[in-house]
C-alpha cells in the first residue's frame, strides 16, 4: 500500500556543498550488459560504506538482454532499484523473485550466494540502479538475507513543496524506509522534484553522503548538478543536512551512511577486510563451499 503520512518538516540550517561532481564511466558486466559505474573502486574510502553504484538504462534489447548469469558474492549488500523493466533474480539461497518497475530488491550476500540476475523482456526499455553497501567485518559471514519490494510496498511520502519521496532505506520527514541496516545507518532516497522545489534532508555530521542525478538539473548550495553526475558532498562539521532544489523538474538518488573505517579488500564480486578473506572467499567458491 503506498502510505502518505503527512510529512514531517527537516529542518537545515546550512546545507552541505558539493565537494566533486563525477562522470560514470561506461563499462559492461555480467554477460555483456552496457551500464555506466558512477561510483568506482577509487571512491569506496571517500564513500565508505558504499562500494559500487552502476546506473543502467536503454531501449536497446542488445545492451541489457544477456543479463547477468550465475555469479556469487559475499561480504556486502546488494541493492538494486529497477525505474523500469522486468528481471528475475533467483539464488543459491532458494530466494527467487521479479523485481520490476519501482521495485526494490535487497540481498544480504553475508557469507554467500549464488545469483542469476536475468531480464525478463525483449523489447523496451530497461532502466535502474544497483548500490553495493559494505557489511562490517562482524556480519561478513553472516547468513545471507533477501527481500523484494513491489514499488507499492515502498514507503513514500509528498512534501509540502510537493517532492515525492521514496524511502528506501533510512528516514525522510519522519517516514522510515524500507530496510534499515544499524552499522552503516544507510540513508537511499529516490526524490522526484517538480521544477523549483526545494527539498530538505538532515544529515548526520560523520556520514558520507552523494547525490546522483538522472533526469534534470539540481543545484545544491550554489552549485549546479546535471543529469548523469554524482555530486559528492563535503562533510562539512558545521553542516546538518542538504537542500536541493530543482532547476527543472528532476529526478535524483540521494544516498548516505555511516563509514566503517574498516580495511577493504576487493576481488571482483567478494569484499572483505584482508587479502587472506579473498583467498578463502575464492577457495570456498572453488571448492562448492560458498553457496
Ligand atoms: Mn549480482
Request: with cysteine.
Amino acid at each position: 500500500m503506498t502510505k502518505n503520512p503527512v510529512p514531517r518538516s527537516e529542518h537545515v540550517n546550512r546545507s552541505r556543498t558539493v565537494e566533486q561532481l563525477v562522470v560514470g564511466k561506461a563499462t559492461s558486466d555480467g554477460a555483456g550488459v552496457k551500464l555506466t559505474r558512477v561510483l568506482t573502486q577509487s571512491l569506496q574510502r571517500r564513500l565508505d560504506p558504499f562500494l559500487m553504484l552502476d546506473a543502467f538504462g536503454s531501449d536497446n534489447p542488445d545492451d541489457y538482454i544477456a543479463g547477468f548469469p550465475d555469479h556469487p558474492h559475499r561480504g556486502f549488500e546488494t541493492v538494486t532499484y529497477m525505474i523500469a523493466g522486468r528481471m528475475r533474480h533467483r539464488d543459491s539461497a532458494g530466494h527467487e523473485g521479479l523485481l520490476e518497475n519501482g521495485g526494490v530488491q535487497w540481498m544480504t550476500a553475508g557469507r554467500g550466494v549464488i545469483h542469476s540476475e536475468i531480464p525478463q523482456q525483449e523489447e523496451g526499455v530497461m532502466e535502474g540502479f544497483q548500490l553495493w553497501l559494505n557489511l562490517p567485518g562482524k556480519d561478513k559471514l553472516c547468513v545471507p538475507w533477501y527481500r523484494d519490494f513491489a514499488a507499492a510496498d515502498l514507503p513514500r511520502l509528498v512534501t509540502e513543496t510537493g517532492v515525492a519521496v521514496n524511502v528506501i532505506a533510512g528516514e525522510s520527514h519522519g517516514v522510515s524506509g524500507a530496510v534499515t541496516r544499524e552499522a552503516t545507518a544507510p540513508l537511499y532516497l529516490d526524490l522526484h522534484l517538480p521544477a523549483n522545489a526545494r527539498f530538505t534532508q538532515a544529515l548526520p555530521a560523520g556520514h558520507n553522503a552523494f547525490v546522483y542525478v538522472y533526469r534534470g538539473v539540481l543545484s545544491i548550495a550554489g552549485s549546479m548538478v546535471p543529469a548523469q553526475r554524482m555530486a559528492i558532498l563535503a562533510s562539512e562539521a558545521q553542516a546538518d543536512g542538504v537542500v536541493i532544489e530543482a532547476r527543472s523538474e528532476a529526478k535524483a538518488l540521494l544516498i548516505a551512511g555511516q563509514p566503517l573505517n574498516e580495511p577493504i579488500a576487493q576481488y571482483g564480486p567478494f569484499v572483505m577486510n584482508t587479502e587472506q578473506e579473498i583467498y578463502q572467499a575464492l577457495n570456498d567458491f572453488r571448492d562448492g563451499r560458498l553457496a
